[in-house]
């Protein structure tokens, strides 16, 4: 049982400092603000979140070109936009997700960005093919919560983002809004309260990494 204990202690621990913080440093930011980021490790079947806090974001207001873009960056600026996840028709219009080229990949029903600051959270997962990413996008999650008892503001198909291409995150804002920090959550780590079943396997991984080391 002790050991058990132990190992889980472990597991969790790894798993927090797998959480990866991207800094986008607070305030009105230009178009160019841009921070590299690290996918090398997104394995197929694998889900990636993307939060990030805004401020001065709700719908009601003024703002107007407001997103977050996931993509490729060159000398160029931005040249491989493979996700953008904003609101960029002005206020009062709905929260939504593009793909390169600027495929729509799905508009909520209704305004979806209320209360200051707005934390919204970006589920993706690789496919085996680019046509295969699938995504949850969580407007003002409850994030003591699981992810199961959160509902998704938007689901749907990456169908046309190559997430292995991804190198660099952006963020695009408006009169009046800010940005914090983009935290980036990988292998396996989350946002949300870990599903039950996962704290389970997270306890196990621990013990068999005791065990080989005792041996």
């Known amino acids: 049982m002790k050991c058990m204990t132990l190992g889980l202690i472990a597991a969790m621990a790894v798993g927090a400092a797998q959480a990866a913080v991207v800094n986008v440093n607070p305030g009105v930011l230009p178009d160019t603000n841009t921070v590299a980021i690290d996918v090398s490790g997104w394995d197929v079947g694998e889900t990636y979140y993307f939060q990030f806090t805004l401020t001065g974001a709700d719908n009601g207001g003024t703002v107007t070109g407001l997103g977050i873009d996931i993509g490729e960056f060159g000398t160029g600026g931005f040249v491989g936009e493979q996700v953008f996840v904003g609101d960029g028709f002005g206020p009062g219009t709905p929260w939504a997700i593009f793909t390169a080229g600027g495929v729509n990949q799905g508009t909520s029903g209704a305004p979806a960005?209320?209360?200051?600051?707005?934390?919204?959270?970006?589920?993706?997962?690789?496919?085996?093919?680019?046509?295969?990413?699938?995504?949850?996008?969580?407007?003002?999650?409850?994030?003591?919560?699981?992810?199961?008892?959160n509902t998704a503001t938007l689901?749907?198909?990456?169908?046309?983002?190559?997430?292995?291409?991804?190198?660099?995150?952006?963020?695009?804002t408006g009169p009046g809004t800010t940005v914090g920090d983009i935290v980036l959550f990988t292998e396996g780590d989350t946002p949300f309260v870990p599903e039950p079943n996962s704290l389970a396997l997270l306890g196990l991984a621990g013990l068999l990494v005791a065990h080989r080391r005792r041996g």
């Open 155 to 172: 689901s749907g198909g990456l169908t046309t983002a190559d997430l292995d291409a991804v190198t660099h995150v952006r963020a695009i």
């Open 113 to 149: 960005l209320t209360g200051d600051p707005t934390v919204l959270v970006l589920a993706a997962t690789r496919g085996a093919t680019d046509g295969d990413n699938t995504y949850n996008l969580y407007v003002t999650p409850d994030l003591g919560q699981t992810e199961a008892n």
